[in-house]
């Protein structure tokens, strides 16, 4: 079982660069979220997607876009990345009914 | 909105059972789960709460209080591989069901 599948797992940007952290997941998810967590600190909500064809804001959602590609996909944009966006990036899926909410194993991010 | 406190960090001998408390605010949540994250990995599930009272699962239970608005995991027989960061987190009603978690406390376990 894939579960929740993230790529890259490592990458290192220039500042002002762009890219975009791609997720799936194969076990039939409503709702997927991207995360970042800093280091010695907990998971901050970036966006999240209830449904196919829906998104919206989390905790700290400036400086990047997302798109609920189907119900599979969920993908993470920085459209210009700053060093302020350095930190490991995850991917999670859960239920609609079910709140346990299955990670993938990360992307770790460093903008210089 | 809704928020999550609990402690840094917790520091507990091998065999000895540890309490890591998870106070929390919201207009209306399904539960509260509990995390572990060891060093370099990914959140895993431990634990859910949807209604009042303790949910046993081996070594690790949870309790929730809806009015006290608390909630703990408690594990026992500790064993260094519990050496790891532990967060709570609540699903709430709105919102499509975004879940947000505390800071984490970090468990530190000696010999």
């Known amino acids: 079982n894939a579960g929740v599948t993230q790529t890259p797992k490592f990458q290192v940007l220039k500042t002002g660069q762009s890219m975009t952290l791609q997720c799936a997941q194969d076990?039939?998810?409503?709702?997927m979220y991207w995360y970042r967590q800093d280091p010695g600190m907990g998971l901050r909500l970036i966006y999240y997607?209830?449904?196919?064809?829906?998104?919206d804001k989390g905790e700290v959602p400036n400086g990047y876009n997302v798109s609920r590609l189907n119900k599979r996909e969920f993908s993470l944009r920085l459209e210009s990345a700053a060093p302020s966006q350095t930190s490991v990036y995850f991917c999670?899926?859960?239920?609609?009914?079910?709140?346990?909410?299955?990670f993938g194993q990360g992307t770790r991010l460093t903008v210089v | 909105g809704q928020s999550l406190e609990q402690p840094s960090e917790v520091t507990a001998v091998e065999g000895a059972i540890v309490q890591i408390n998870c106070t929390y605010q919201?207009?209306?949540?399904?539960?509260l789960s509990w995390y572990q994250q060891h060093d370099g990995g990914a959140p895993t599930f431990l634990s859910y709460?949807?209604?009042?009272g303790l949910e046993e699962t081996g070594r690790f239970s949870s309790f929730l209080s809806r009015s006290d608005s608390y909630g703990y995991l408690l594990l026992q027989e500790l064993q260094m591989k519990d050496s790891a960061s532990y967060f709570c987190?609540?699903?709430?009603?709105?919102?499509?069901?975004?879940?947000?978690f505390g800071a984490g406390t970090r468990l530190f376990v000696k010999a």
């Open positions: 999670a899926s859960s239920g609609t009914v079910n709140t346990e909410a299955f």
């Open positions: 709460n949807a209604l009042d």
């Open positions: 987190a609540i699903r709430g009603h709105t919102g499509g069901f975004k879940t947000i």
């Open positions: 076990m039939n998810h409503n709702s």
């Open positions: 997607s209830a449904s196919e064809g829906t998104t």
């Open positions: 919201t207009s209306g949540f399904y539960g």
